[in-house]
Nanobody, 122 residues
């Protein structure tokens, strides 16, 4: 049972790029909000970017201009294009979904993927 499955992580040098994918099943990819999070061991989880049903996006300041979220509704898949990678981007990246009338202002996400590791060396 895996409602959300991430892939596309890897090890790259600073300045490189990666494209992460999140395959959803059932209604998990059609919820009011889909988002990418990242977390470094021992540190607070960070919401990288979210996208609601209307396609509206909100990016963390740390990734603006470098990360781009997109969604293919037909394929029920969420993507995260990451460019100009920095060592501080190193983390486990997770996709998550929330079903709430408040959309992406929701504080609780119902489903989470297993995560995919992104490692950036200088």
């Amino acid at each position: 049972q895996a409602p959300l499955v991430e892939s596309g992580g890897g090890s790259v040098q600073a300045g490189g790029s990666l494209k992460l994918s999140c395959a959803a099943s059932g209604a998990t990819g059609r919820y009011s909000c889909m988002a990418w999070f990242r977390q470094v061991p021992g540190k607070e989880r960070e919401r990288v970017v979210s996208i609601d049903k209307g396609g509206r996006t909100v990016y963390a300041d740390s990734v603006k201009g470098r990360f781009t979220i997109s969604k293919d509704n037909a394929k029920n898949t969420l993507y995260l294009q990451i460019n100009s990678l920095k060592p501080e981007d190193t983390a486990v990246y997770y996709c998550a979904s929330a079903n709430s009338v408040v959309g992406c202002t929701a504080l609780l996400f119902t489903f989470w993927g297993q995560g995919t590791q992104v490692t950036v060396s200088s």
